[in-house]
């Protein structure tokens, strides 16, 4: 909801299908868990650019460990937006 995106119907279990959360900005994959940590992997995330790259959007990650959200992005990404750079 806050990147303005739409969930992926079916994300994970078709395969092909990018990301979670497609926004006009963002492909967003997501994660939650119970436990009380994530292993965050270069893997998963050279993967969501990757795909991100094909749909011309830029790549986030979301992960929520026991209720606590984070956001994941790469620092040029990051710092287009401390700029204020249009989407």
Do not use: H, W
Not at 31 to 51: D, F, Q
Request: hydrophobic residues 40%; aromatic residues 6%; positive net charge.
């Amino acid at each position: 909801q806050k990147v303005g995106g739409r969930r992926q119907a079916a994300s994970g279990s078709i395969r092909g299908l990018p990301g979670d959360v497609l926004s006009k900005r963002f492909l967003c994959e997501a994660k939650v868990t119970a436990a009380a940590s994530y292993p965050l992997k270069l893997s998963v995330l050279k993967k969501i650019e990757g795909e991100a790259f094909q749909l011309r959007r830029e790549p986030l990650m979301a992960i929520e460990i026991q209720g606590n959200r984070y956001m994941v992005m790469r620092e040029d990404v990051f710092d287009r937006i401390l700029e204020g750079e249009p989407e």
